[in-house]
């Protein structure tokens, strides 16, 4: 039986942060534009399976709880700050091999701190992308949420190259 050094740290992970504040920056960005240049619930068609339509997310995910009176508010709001604290910790203690995981973690930090910002100055998050196809509509998201699914897919991709290692 041998036994493995362990593996060395990442050096500086964190300065895969400066991708988290390029996703808070477009993210607010774009939410100020479609907010600036939509009208509320009225679809502008820019493809035939693509519109930008603004509406106001209370909830989570899918509108995940968005008709309660307004408690969810904060519980989403501490949700993302505690998952961008432990992330930051997480990309802090990475090994030189998780060459993925830096990005993915600051794609989602990213995510969460756009939408974050959003629940607590306005009390909900502004979404604007809508694709539909044959009468059939993907919730609304915004671009903070394609940080947040982007780095969860780094995530996979990480984890399913770890287990082959």
């Known amino acids: 039986m041998t036994d493995k050094a362990p593996a060395p740290p990442m050096h500086k992970p964190l300065?895969?942060?400066?991708l988290a504040a390029a996703v808070i920056v477009l993210d607010l960005v774009t939410k100020y534009a479609a907010s600036a240049w939509l009208s509320y619930a009225r679809p502008v068609e820019v493809l035939p399976f693509f519109n930008l339509t603004l509406?106001?997310?209370t909830g989570a995910?899918?509108?995940?709880?968005?008709?309660?009176?307004?408690?969810?508010?904060?519980?989403?709001a501490?949700?993302?700050?505690?998952?961008?604290?432990?992330?930051?910790?997480?990309?802090?203690?990475?090994?030189?091999h998780e060459v993925l995981l830096a990005p993915s973690l600051a794609?989602?930090?990213?995510?969460?701190?756009?939408?974050l910002y959003d629940r607590l100055v306005?009390?909900?998050?502004?979404?604007?992308?809508?694709?539909?196809?044959?009468?059939?509509?993907?919730?609304?998201f915004n671009v903070a949420d394609i940080g947040i699914t982007l780095g969860a897919a780094g995530l996979i991709i990480e984890s399913i190259r770890d287990a082959r290692r």
């Open 55 to 57: 509406l106001h997310n």
């Open 122 to 140: 306005h009390g909900y998050v502004v979404d604007f992308l809508s694709f539909h196809a044959a009468g059939w509509y993907f919730p609304a």
């Open 78 to 96: 501490a949700i993302a700050i505690g998952a961008s604290i432990g992330l930051t910790i997480w990309m802090r203690r990475l090994k030189a």
């Open 15 to 18: 300065r895969w942060l400066w």
């Open 61 to 76: 995910a899918f509108s995940f709880l968005a008709g309660h009176p307004g408690w969810q508010r904060w519980f989403f």
């Open 107 to 115: 794609l989602i930090i990213g995510g969460a701190l756009g939408n």
